[in-house]
């Protein structure tokens, strides 16, 4: 399925107001709320809508600090990288990790509560990840830009 104007009109407005009613959301795009619900429907049954969720505020919930661990591992094999993925998905401090090109081979951004958390987020479970050869950690400063809306 292809989008048209009016999916990606549909998808901009949930990316940024996930709560919206049918109705309101029909009449930001134009369209009846029954037209307007049945390609709601078609875009979650074709995987363009993945999910819906409530972003949280890190800083309310006491988590402020950001951490990007770039991670070296000791080799390439197959069996090294599924284990090492399947070991980092397990860390609850950790929101994303991805597989890289370049000088590190895995990314991963964490958030804790201070630098003093963090060195327990590292020495509880980052030293423990298989094949682990180099870490480097950045702490953010500060977030300038922050988005979960792609766009459409």
């Known amino acids: ?82 284990a090492f993925e399947k070991a980092v998905a397990r860390v609850p401090d950790v929101l994303e990790c991805h597989l890289m090109a370049g000088t590190a081979d895995y990314i991963l951004k964490i958030v804790a509560e201070d630098t003093e958390d963090f060195a327990r987020i590292h020495r509880q479970y980052l030293t423990r990840l298989p094949g682990v050869a180099q870490m480097q950690s950045s702490f953010a400063l500060r977030t300038v830009f ?5 766009p459409v």
């Open 1 to 82: 399925m292809s989008l048209d104007d009016t999916d990606r009109r549909i998808l901009r407005v949930l990316q940024r107001k996930g709560r919206i009613s049918n109705a309101e959301l029909a009449e930001s795009v134009n369209l009846s709320a029954s037209a307007c619900h049945r390609r709601v429907q078609r875009l979650e049954a074709d995987g363009y809508i993945r999910d819906y969720v409530a972003l949280l505020n890190a800083r309310k919930l006491g988590i402020p600090t950001t951490v990007f661990v770039e991670i070296k591992l000791s080799s390439q094999a197959d069996e090294l990288l599924e």
């Open 146 to 150: 922050k988005t979960t809306a792609l």
